[in-house]
């Protein structure tokens, strides 16, 4: 089965850093992506990785956070630098499995597989 475990989400300060972890198992996929949400707002996509190693960042977060994944490990990780107030929110890991390339990489509703969530609070 698929399943899908964030950690490492918490409070820091404006400027600070944090590094979210994604344990994957039972996933073949073609994207594995960070989105956020903080409610009411909807979920939005915040950094993809596809099958060829290739990124894609919202542009808020671009220069800031840094998307990668371990295969070794089965692990997707977030790095979060420079953090901001506005970065608030839970955040969740998700994996695409369906077959065709052509799709938006930050388009919740491209992606089948949710974890949890882990939430993260920035502070001025």
């Known amino acids: 089965q698929v399943q899908l475990v964030e950690s490492g989400g918490g409070s820091v300060q404006s400027g600070g850093s944090l590094r979210l972890s994604c344990a994957a198992s039972g996933v073949r996929y073609n994207s594995m992506g960070w989105f956020r949400q903080a409610p009411p707002k909807a979920r939005e996509g915040v950094a993809a990785?596809?099958?060829?190693?290739?990124?894609t960042y919202a542009d808020s977060v671009k220069g800031r956070f840094a998307i990668s994944l371990d295969n070794a490990k089965n692990t997707l990780y977030l790095q979060m630098n420079s953090m901001k107030p506005e970065d608030t929110a839970m955040y969740y890991c998700?994996?695409?499995?369906?077959?065709?390339?052509?799709?938006?990489?930050?388009?919740?509703?491209?992606?089948?597989?949710w974890g949890q969530g882990t939430k993260v609070i920035v502070s001025s």
């Open positions: 998700a994996a695409r499995t369906y077959r065709d390339e052509y799709y938006q990489r930050l388009n919740r509703h491209e992606y089948d597989y």
């Open positions: 990785i596809d099958s060829d190693g290739i990124t």
